[in-house]
Each structure stands twice: as C-alpha cells, then as structure tokens.
C-alpha cells in the first residue's frame, strides 16, 4: 500500500556488457520521460539493501526490464517476479521468454524500441486506470502462479519424489 511516487525505474546494471539498456534509459531520458535508474551489480556502491530495493519497486508505477542477457541472448530474468510481486506494472523489452509466464497485454506490457517504449510509458501514466489494472493483473498472476505456497509445495513434491525414487533404487 505504497504511494507510488516514482514514475519509472529500472532496477540493474546498466554499465559494461548492458551499454544497450543504457542507451535505451539515455534515449527515454532525451525524450523528455524521467528514469530512476537504482542498483547493478558491477559496482559495489551501487548495489542495494534487499528492503530498499523492494521499497523502490513498491513505490514504482512501472519498472522497466530488458529481457536480453549480457550473452545477448534472451532470457527471463528475476526481476520480472521481483517488479510484479511488488504490483509495479512491468513495461519490458519483446523477447520470447516472459511470454511463457505472463500474457503480454494483460499482465505487462512490452516494447519493441525507445520510441515505442516512450509512447507506451506516456500513454499509461496518462492513463492510471489501465496501468493498475495491469499491475493488478501481473500481481495476481505472479502471486497465484509462482507465489510462495506454489514454490514451497512445488520444492517440497520435488524432494519427496526424488528421496522415494532414491529408496525404492537400495
């Protein structure tokens, strides 16, 4: 129940083998859309507390994620579950992995360039009813999917199959 005061923000490194999220902070920065952009891990100062960064989120109306790795290849990455747990809307850079948890549309919104990431950023801070309703929807998705009684009873059936399977081998 957090005001959420801070418009946009990406959460990560933005230096080194991730100079294109870099680039896309700089170019919705030049057009004129403000970007908080906090942690990474390839500078020790910079990284956060656990409480601070899940404040930030909590305070976020969209968080941006970029779905590439630093290999270049697409990949879904924690932050997604983290930013929806957090009930930010997520507005992440089009790969084919995130579309496999979450419907694209309904549960977080992606971008295929700066310009379309501009657009779609404006248009939902001017539009607050569908950002939250979006947020509503990936909040409840990723709590009911892959909130913590599903992972604890998914983790739990896991071990229990693999200590019977490991009897009945003795």
Known sequence: NCE??????????????????????????????TVMVIGGNMDKKKKLPLEQYINILQRSKISLNFSNSSTGLSQI???????????????????????????D??????????????????YYLAHDDERKTIAAAGHKAALLRYGPDIYWKTLLKKVANINIEAQLQY
């Open 105 to 122: 549309g309904v549960e977080y919104i992606s971008f295929s360039s700066v310009s379309d990431a501009a657009a779609k950023i404006r």
């Open 77 to 103: 990455k924690g932050r997604v579950f983290e930013i929806l747990f957090c009930g930010a809307m997520l507005l992440e850079q089009a790969g084919v992995d995130t579309p496999r948890f979450f419907e």
């Open 4 to 33: 959420r005061d801070i418009d946009v923000c990406f959460a990560g490194t933005i230096e080194g083998a991730h100079s294109d999220r870099k680039e896309i902070i700089e170019g919705l920065q030049k057009a004129g859309l």
